[in-house]
């Protein structure tokens, strides 16, 4: 995140990036099956409860403090029936233009990268399969805070 920018209407100051040992939050394969095209589906990144084991991630969460404006997540797209591509993007945000990753028919890829997250609610994170069905795996590798504008 740039030193100054607007999240969800909120002026940000500042950020600082905490990194975290990799944890899975969202495995397909365990939870939920495999996306088919055009499918969308919403999931918790931050916070607690029991709802990451349904998600197929780890039990309780990642420990991710909520309220946390973005994280660096790996994302797996794995045994694509097709060739596609994958979006992700803050839940209360509208679809964005840009793609996270592509993909090839029947090759496992893991693209990196940071990923903004609504900050209120459950659903932090809105992802949307197009193409090929494939399963999906996120694995969190840091989160970024913010300090707000006291204006």
Known sequence: LPAAAQV?????VGAEYAPITPCRTVDTRKGGGAFSNREIRNYQIAG??????????????CGIPEGVVGVEASITAVSPDDSGFFRAWPSDESM??????????GEDITNTGSITLAVSGDDELRVRNFGGSAEYV?????????????E
Do not use: C
């Open 138 to 150: 996120i694995d969190i590798q840091g989160y970024y805070l913010t300090q707000t504008d006291p």
């Open 96 to 105: 964005p233009n840009a793609t996270y990753m592509n993909f090839a028919r």
């Open 48 to 61: 607690v409860g029991t709802r990451f084991e349904s998600q197929g991630g780890q039990s309780g969460g």
């Open 8 to 12: 969800n209407d909120t002026a940000i």
